[in-house]
């Protein structure tokens, strides 16, 4: 992002340095080693656990108020772009769905996510911004959001598609069973691990609402995987 005046820079940037420097004197080296090797993370952990990485968010976002988009976006980029360590990313992401920025979520955002999926590529990025962000906009603005979500799922990227097929984990009763079939269709054959977990977990969510629909769509595709059928039927059995 270019053209940004001095004191959208200054705002975004007071808050990427509190982060940073909230994140450091909270680091614990030793924990840090475990948590890099746990995640299978090239880049390194400073060793701050998530309840106080909760801690420090809840300090610091009233303190670096971020009204414009403009602003709050930059800010997040920021950390984003230029961590050292994952724990900044965490941040990054975290920060976008604070309370205090529900109305900074909207389609305009969606580039930022993608661009954080593709490159995050690994679970614990993809997953939270699967479910609690794209899931929320689909919600709010499915007009905008579907066909984005239907070229995801046929994205080579296996972290946009795996995106697509377990987006409406929290949609409940609201989710639109032709997208998500669709969805889980376009990846039906695929051998990824990430893929075949995604679909079992997006069944086994829904099923939560209506059991017979899961194991109907179980039987109606006898290509699913082993792993993606057992997920599916986990909780309710195969009927």
Known sequence: MTGHSGATRSEADALVAAVRD?????????AAPGMQQYMRSEMPFLGVPKP????????????HPLAAITTFELAVRTLWD??????????ALSITGNRR??????PQLVPLYR??????????????????????LLDRRPGDLEPMIRAWSADPDRWLRRTAII???????????VLLSDCIEAAIDE???FLRKGIGWALRQYAR?????????????????????REALKHIGAG
């Open 52 to 63: 106080l990485r909760t801690q420090l968010e809840r300090r610091l976002v009233p303190d």
């Open 82 to 91: 230029e961590a050292t360590y994952r724990e900044e990313r965490y941040l």
């Open 209 to 229: 609402v209506d059991p017979e629909w899961v194991r109907a769509f179980v039987r109606a595709h006898p290509g699913l995987s082993p792993l993606s059928r």
């Open 167 to 177: 987006c409406q984990l929290g949609a409940g009763k609201a989710t639109d069973l």
């Open 22 to 30: 909230g994140l450091l004197q909270l680091a614990d080296p030793a």
């Open 115 to 136: 661009d954080w999926i593709v490159d995050g590529a690994w679970w614990d990025y993809v997953d939270e911004i699967a479910a609690r962000r794209i899931g929320p």
């Open 191 to 193: 051998p990824d691990f």
């Open 101 to 106: 920025y529900r109305a900074h979520l909207v």
